[in-house]
């Protein structure tokens, strides 16, 4: 009976007369963590860009029910989705407290009052680094020294300073060596487990395949496989045709070989 939380529905995006997304449906459920995989210029990004309205998109977009389609970015943000770009964005001179302060500066003079997301309400410091005790360990470090893997968690818990209710990630595996992948990616489990609805967009299909509960493949721009992480992980062969070869990460492709 429930709405799916997040529905786009036949997207295209151009830039200028060369369309990248090509007619892309998707769905997010409430408290699903989503993934969507691809090769290097399938069209991963410009899908997030437009969900989050920095491009503009044809087709069309809604989030808890209501049309997003031609709201703006910021309306965006007031309605709860959130976006971690590939490059992380914090301000590197300002030390990893003063990043996550600014994270929730949406609410600044509002009481809280989401419902749902972070399931204590969220948003405060002292649950930040309940979820990222790494953090907690450096609050007075320089963002810029952190490292890859710091700033990835740094990233994360500052988007959900924000008390966003579909957080959409960016390649949050990108540059970071295996062993730190795997933490990140089981920190976006945990943040999943904790109530927030995720879209993860990966090339490493096999770490995201791996905590994702569903998976979209895009290639060329258009959607060519779709089914539950479980489905596609058994087949990892139709998956590895589309996305060239599977990222290597710290394990074999276990699944493949007994199905599911
Ligand atoms: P990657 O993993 O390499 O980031 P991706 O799946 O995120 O790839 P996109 O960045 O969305 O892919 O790019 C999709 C296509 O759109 C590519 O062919 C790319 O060259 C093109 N493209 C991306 N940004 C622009 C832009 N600003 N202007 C023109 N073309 C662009």
Known sequence: MTHPMLEAENLVVAYGKVEAVRGVSLTVGPGRLVTVLGANGA????????????????????????????????????????LIPERRELFSTMSVEDNLKLGAFRFRGKAGGMAGGMASGGGDLG??????????????????????????????????????????????????APLIVAEVMRTVARLRDEGVAILLVEQNARAALRIADHGYVLDGGTVVLEGDSRTLQGDARVVETYLGSLSVDDAPPSRAASGR
Do not use: H
């Open 43 to 82: 069209g991963k990004t410009t899908l997030l860009n437009a969900l989050m309205g920095v491009l503009p998109a044809r087709g069309r977009i809604r989030f808890e029910g209501t049309d997003l389609t031609r709201l703006p970015v910021e309306a965006r943000v007031a309605r709860g989705l959130s």
């Open 127 to 176: 649950e930040m680094y309940r979820l990222f005790p790494r953090l907690a360990e450096r609050r007075r470090q320089q963002a810029g020294t952190l490292s890859g893997g710091e700033r990835q968690m740094l990233a994360m818990a500052r988007a959900l300073m924000g008390r966003p209710r579909l957080l959409m990630l960016d390649e949050p595996s990108l540059g970071l």
